[in-house]
């Protein structure tokens, strides 16, 4: 079964860090580029980062350019989303999913709430 199962996002302060987790299973993840989304409440999906088969290039939306840094470990057939000096517009759900024609079902999504 091809799916996304992400995880890490929970509760932080203005400033804080986490760090998101997007395990795939079905398929070898190592064969495609990945991204990493973000949706909030009555928007689409934005693209937050993309990270080529190899770990790089990368790609970096400007809202989280310097404070973001994706990476994958395609042994594990994971990719990560390492979140710093999080920001109350960082309040989102994170999903992941391939840069490809392709492209497997939207996983649960992890939510990040950044809160005072």
Excluded: H
Excluded at 78 to 99: E, G, H
Excluded at 100 to 109: A, D, E, H, I
């Amino acid at each position: 079964q091809v799916r996304f199962v992400e995880s890490g996002g929970g509760l932080v302060q203005p400033g804080g860090s986490l760090t998101l987790s997007c395990a795939a299973s079905g398929f070898t993840l190592a064969t495609y580029v990945m991204n990493w989304y973000r949706q909030v409440p009555g928007k689409g999906r934005d693209l937050v980062a993309r990270i080529s088969q190899a770990g790089t290039p990368t790609y970096y939306a400007d809202s989280v350019k310097g404070r973001f840094t994706i990476s994958r470990d395609n042994a594990k057939n994971t990719i990560y989303l390492q979140m710093n000096s999080l920001k109350l517009d960082d309040t989102a759900v994170y999903y992941c999913n391939t840069d490809s024609t392709w492209r497997p079902s939207w996983g649960q999504g992890t939510r990040v709430t950044v809160s005072s």
